[in-house]
């Protein structure tokens, strides 16, 4: 069974950082994509980075290209993203997600990956 635990998640002021893990077990596929996705309050879950294993190549949403950066423990089977410069905005549960490596795919979309870990909540808050 494919399992993701996403952990790291706490109370830090602005401007502070956090790192997130993304542990995956149970994988049945050696190739696989992950992302990151938040829901704050009242809005919709968007994504905001990914990273893919076979080429490591990642990319990020504009609300968070410059402070966060996703990076990838092939070996462990964990993701990590390192958040820098928090800000209010950046408050919400964060969530990370799987997928098989397919080839191309819309790294945004929700729909696209098979898997989902149970969320950590960050608040960024003085």
């Known amino acids: 069974e494919v399992q993701l635990q996403a952990s790291g998640g706490g109370l830090v002021q602005p401007g502070g950082s956090l790192r997130l893990s993304c542990a995956g077990s149970g994988f049945t596929f050696d190739d696989y994509a992950i992302g990151w996705f938040r829901q704050a309050p009242g809005k919709e879950r968007e994504g905001i980075s990914y990273?893919?294993?076979?080429?490591?190549?990642?990319a990020y949403a504009d609300s968070v290209k410059g402070r966060f950066t996703i990076s990838d423990d092939n070996a462990k089977r964990t993701v990590y993203l390192q958040m820098n410069s928090l800000k209010p905005e950046d408050t919400a549960v964060y969530y990370c997600?799987?997928?098989?490596?397919?080839?191309?795919?819309?790294?945004?979309?929700?729909?696209?990956?098979?898997?989902w870990g149970q969320g950590t909540q960050v608040t960024v808050s003085s």
């Open positions: 997600a799987v997928r098989p490596y397919r080839g191309s795919f819309y790294a945004w979309g929700i729909s696209e990956y098979d898997y």
């Open positions: 990273i893919s294993s076979p080429d490591g190549s990642t």
